[in-house]
């Protein structure tokens, strides 16, 4: 090369990365991008070397829920891009600011079904915000200015850019480079928030409810500061449970899988829903029942960043186009409400939140109720819990109060396995905050395997494997559906304490109650110190739910039968 300051895309892609903030990248390497894995030597981003490229993608949504900056995989075309999927569709479902970078094959062979060539625009058109392919390395400050903005503005999501092979290795000369993203605010007008006001002023029994992206723990304290003075009620959609301090007494529970009967009832009956930053969604209506589209018998103030989503299924009685952070400044300039209409229903309220959480009694010597609630009094308020799908995640959702934004990690897809690599991606980035991913003996088994890139990198979290022998949220529904008829749900499991020292982590087996306390503290210490550890919790198999038995289940779907 004749000309000394050309540089190769990889270099031009690895300076715009850094440009853009990117810290970290989470990845499998493949030989159609080593010229981007060439440029990250010696620079200022940490290359995370992951076992699969699912988990390396999970990582990357896990890094841009802490962070609300895009996290950034990187993996290599045809088998690396199918593998990342289930990690964009996670990102595309919670509204995660994400980037993955999909090696390609080189200009001249496209189109040809060349090795391991697929057209990303296609396969990743239903699952991205936006897919594109970076043809000329001069453009890569531009694609790159345009994947941040996109990943982090209006409704955040995932971007998939794929590089050819080629165009990273060809040098030239360097483009302009550009400015640091600056994602675009959507605010809601004066006139919006006054209708807003006159609404909620008029209502009798109102109850917001809070989710989606784009939040920050500032927006969620002005949040809660406005709730807390207008004695409003305040639930969160699935899978959001940390946007609001669970110790508020304006916080009225969980509006997802499993939700509380008298909290059902309390969103069917309010006479206003003030929705912000969520979709209302299938597992955040209960399949549409609780909110019912189109038009909700409940008044709808509807608060979300794109509109394209307002009045997509819900016709709202008033739609705001905005930020979830301007929409929370807006509500701190509003004149007082009086909440002592509602106060009695707010209170009612949360006496049932309360209520719920309370242990109940399960079949067997292990009681997850107990454990999760001893963890919620012995954890540091700014511990990191994670959790992928599954029967086990119940336990959490139902015990655990969140006391704080984004201590909670966990996919509202539903996606199996989330919960290892996102407690890697956690760790790496909150080195000194504990981190605890929750698995079932199914989940685990998904992405467990990243426990090898939590013990290379020291990244002490903790795992807590639920092991019921079983697939137990499809049998459960099996049970109701057909019952008696067990058909593919039963699993034969690996000693989870033994595959977990063989990854060179810490690891016991508890199978009682009262042993989970001192392995637990054993644990810690070792995760403390930078080694994974992971706890083989034995379960019950009649233990599916925190309120009936596997039999219970059985035995209900025969009487209906
Ligand atoms: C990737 C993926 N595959 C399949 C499913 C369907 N599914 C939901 S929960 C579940 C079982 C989870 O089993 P386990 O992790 O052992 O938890 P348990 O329900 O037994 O507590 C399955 C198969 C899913 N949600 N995600
Ligand atoms: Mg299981």
């Known amino acids: 090369m004749t000309n000394q300051s050309a540089k190769t895309g990889g270099e031009l892609l690895a300076e715009a990365l850094a440009i853009h903030g990117t810290e970290i990248a989470f990845g499998v390497p493949g030989e159609s991008y080593l010229a981007l894995l060439d440029a990250l030597v010696g620079g200022s981003i940490r290359f995370i070397t992951c076992r699969q490229e699912g988990g390396a993608a999970m990582m990357a949504d896990a890094y841009g829920k802490l962070t609300g900056r895009p996290g950034v995989a990187m993996?290599?075309?045809?088998?690396?891009?199918?593998?990342?999927?289930?990690?964009?569709?996670?990102?595309?479902?919670?509204?995660?600011?994400?980037?993955?970078?999909v090696g390609q094959v080189a200009r001249d062979m496209r189109d040809r079904e060349a090795f391991q060539e697929v057209d990303y625009r296609q396969m990743?058109?239903?699952?991205?915000?936006?897919?594109?392919?970076?043809?000329?390395?001069?453009?890569?400050?531009?694609?790159?200015?345009?994947?941040?903005?996109t990943a982090t503005s209006g409704?955040?999501?995932?971007?998939?850019?794929?590089?050819?092979?080629?165009?990273l290795s060809e040098r030239v000369a360097p483009p302009p480079a550009v400015d640091r993203y600056a994602p675009l605010e959507a605010a809601?007008?004066?006139?919006?928030m006054a209708d807003l006001h006159r609404r909620l002023a008029a209502a009798e029994r109102p109850l917001a409810l809070l989710g989606g992206g784009g939040w920050d723990a500032e927006s969620l304290a002005r949040v809660r500061a406005f709730a807390e003075a207008a004695d409003l009620p305040v639930a969160a959609s699935f899978r959001c449970q940390d946007y609001l301090d669970n110790r508020s007494a304006c916080y009225v529970g969980h509006v997802g899988i499993g939700i509380n009967p008298a909290l059902a009832a309390r969103v069917k009956e309010a006479d206003l829903l003030l929705v912000v930053g969520a979709r209302l969604g299938e597992s955040t209506t209960a399949g549409y029942t609780l909110v019912e589209p189109p038009r909700p018998r409940q008044q709808l103030i509807h608060v979300y960043p794109q509109a394209e989503e307002l009045n997509r299924v819900y016709d709202a009685d008033l739609g705001i186009v905005s930020d979830v952070k301007a929409f929370a400044r807006a509500l701190g300039d509003l004149a007082p409400l009086d909440g002592s209409r509602w106060a009695a229903h707010r209170a009612?309220?949360?006496?049932?939140?309360?209520?719920?959480i309370e242990p109940l009694p399960v079949p067997g010597a292990l009681?997850?109720?107990?454990?999760?609630?001893?963890?919620?009094?012995?954890?540091?308020?700014?511990?990191?819990?994670?959790?992928?799908?599954?029967?086990?995640?119940?336990?959490?959702?139902?015990f655990f109060p969140y006391r704080g934004w984004r201590t909670q990690l966990a996919p509202t897809s539903g996606s199996m396995g989330y919960g290892a690599p996102a407690a890697v991606a956690a760790k790496a980035v909150h080195p000194d905050r504990p981190v605890i991913a929750f698995a079932g003996d199914g989940c685990f088994m998904m992405h467990g395997q990243e426990l090898a890139t939590a013990a290379q990198y020291g990244l002490g979290i903790l795992v807590i494997v639920v092991d019921n022998g079983m697939y137990g949220t499809i049998r459960m529904h099996q049970e109701r559906e057909y019952p008696t008829r067990v058909s593919g749900t039963d699993l034969r499991n690996p000693d989870f304490a033994a595959l977990a020292a063989a990854y060179g982590a810490h690891s016991a087996r508890v199978e009682r109650t009262e042993e989970f306390f001192p392995a637990f503290e054993t644990a810690m210490a070792e995760a403390e110190a930078g080694r994974p550890a992971l706890l083989h919790l034995i379960i019950d198999p009649e233990a599916l739910t925190p309120v009936q038995s596997l039999?219970?289940?059985?035995?209900?779907?025969?009487?209906?039968a």
């Not at 809601?188 to 919006?192: E, F, G, I, K, Q």
């Open 367 to 398: 009681q997850m109720a107990d454990i999760v609630r001893w963890l919620a009094e012995t954890l540091p308020e700014d511990a990191i819990l994670a959790n992928g799908a599954g029967n086990y995640t119940t336990w959490v959702h139902r």
């Open 155 to 167: 409704r955040p999501g995932p971007v998939v850019l794929a590089l050819p092979e080629d165009m």
């Open 551 to 560: 039999s219970q289940i059985r035995e209900k779907a025969l009487g209906a």
């Open 124 to 149: 990743y058109g239903a699952l991205a915000k936006w897919v594109a392919e970076i043809d000329d390395a001069r453009r890569i400050p531009e694609y790159l200015n345009r994947a941040f903005h």
């Open 188 to 192: 809601p007008t004066p006139a919006a």
């Open 348 to 356: 009612a309220a949360r006496a049932d939140y309360e209520a719920h």
């Open 75 to 101: 993996v290599t075309r045809g088998p690396g891009a199918t593998n990342a999927a289930a990690g964009v569709h996670i990102a595309f479902q919670d509204s995660t600011p994400m980037i993955l970078l």
